[in-house]
Structure formats: C-alpha cells, structure tokens
C-alpha cells in the first residue's frame, strides 16, 4: 500500500481539491491517502482509504509525514516552500506542481517530481509504486537535498555572504 500524503491548508488555492479527487480515482487496494490541515472536511464523502487527521500540533507533525510515503504539493501560487523541504527531510518524495518556486528545491526526477498538471500523475503515483528502486534514489536525494537547508548550512552560507559583501566595501 502506498500513502499519499498531503499537510496544509485546506484550500482550492492550495491545490488540495485537485489532489483529493485525483486520489478518488486510484485504486483502493494500492493506494490511500492521509492528510492534515485547517478546512471544512464535514462536507466531503471520504472513501475508505481516506484519512484526515486535522489540524496537527507541531509536535505531531513528522510522525504524521513519516506515515506517508509521498507527499504531492499542487499549490498555484507559493513563496519558498518550507513544508516541501520538511517533507524531504523525513525521506520523502515530494510531487510538486510546476511554480517558479519549486525550481530553488527540486531537481526533477532527482530528488523530487514535478508535474505542470494532473495529466500523468497516475502515471507517476504508479511508476513510484512499483519502481522501488527510482523511489529510493529520488528519495535518498530528497534527504540530502533538504540538509542543503538546514539551520546550520543557511547559517553558515549566510555569514559568507556577509563577510564577502563586507570584504567587497573594506
């Protein structure tokens, strides 16, 4: 069974209707798909494979992620993506929609996946679920990816930066 997954706003902006039809259509026995996030669920049908789990305290989140196996982010609209790095940084494999954004982050079919819309995603989601292999290297790549981002590597490229452009005007 794989688990999509799916942590945000539960929003048409945030691409989240798109992705909870999208999951209606694959096959139950395969698939389920897991989410979280602030919205009006009571008037959604959720078929059996589906899970929410509301709005999730922090300290609830990773074991949320880890739950899952990937993770589709389909926003229209997005500034740098801090969730899509959590994500990554628990092994996962993120399918992000095409959004200037993601090309900071995701390396396509590297480290991540991105689609311009849902044409091939059943494509995707099944090729993921039966190519273990490509899985595990796009997800070991995700991890390393997402250390890029960590606390201390931002911290340690920001004070280059600094101390360069402090160079530059001494």
């Given at each position: 069974?794989?688990n999509?997954?799916?942590i ?5 902006q ?6 909870f039809n999208?999951?209606?259509?694959l ?6 798909f ?12 959720l078929p059996d494979?589906?899970f929410?789990n ?6 609830k989140?990773?074991?949320f992620?880890?739950?899952c ?5 389909y926003?229209?609209c997005?500034?740098?993506s ?6 990554m940084s628990?092994?996962k494999?993120t399918?992000?929609?095409?959004i200037p954004?993601v ?12 689609i311009?819309?849902?044409t091939?995603l059943?494509?995707?989601i099944?090729d993921?679920?039966?190519?273990r292999e ?5 997800l ?13 590597n931002?911290?340690?490229?920001t004070i ?10 001494v």
């Amino acid at each position: 069974m794989l688990n999509i997954g799916y942590i945000g706003s539960l929003k048409k902006q945030k691409g989240f209707f798109d992705i909870f039809n999208f999951c209606k259509t694959l096959d139950k026995n395969k698939f389920s798909f897991n989410f979280a996030g602030k919205g009006d669920v009571d008037k959604l049908l959720l078929p059996d494979n589906f899970f929410y789990n509301g709005i999730l305290p922090r300290e609830k989140i990773n074991k949320f992620i880890d739950s899952c196996d990937v993770f589709i982010f389909y926003s229209e609209c997005e500034h740098f993506s801090l969730a899509i790095l959590e994500v990554m940084s628990r092994g996962k494999i993120t399918i992000n929609k095409n959004i200037p954004v993601v090309h900071e982050i995701i390396k396509n079919y590297e480290n991540g996946i991105i689609i311009n819309d849902m044409t091939f995603l059943n494509e995707i989601i099944n090729d993921i679920y039966n190519d273990r292999e490509k899985y595990n290297y796009i997800l070991n790549n995700a991890q390393k990816t997402a250390n890029n981002f960590s606390i201390k590597n931002t911290t340690k490229k920001t004070i280059e930066i600094y101390k360069s452009a402090i160079l530059q005007h001494v």
